[in-house]
């Protein structure tokens, strides 16, 4: 699988799950914190083409998957998951 990124926050309980999921599933991913990145909800709407009003953002390769919900359904498909 291609490398994920999640973008998300310290503070944000999903983007720990989204992170712990690629773990447990051997997947490259790159966490990139907004907050210390100074990279805003709008920034991250500018990128995917519509609204954002969560995080994380979750990417694979360029696809943008979505949240953490669709992340796992994704990991679902692609047979990879446990949850």
Known sequence: MEQVTIFGRASCGFCTRA???CEINDLPYRYVDIVEEGISKEDLS?????PVHTVPQ???GQEHVG?????SEYLQRAGSTTN
């Open 46 to 50: 500018n990128t995917i083409g519509k």
């Open 67 to 71: 949240g953490f919900d669709h992340f």
């Open 58 to 60: 979750i990417f694979v």
């Open 19 to 21: 992170r712990q999921l």
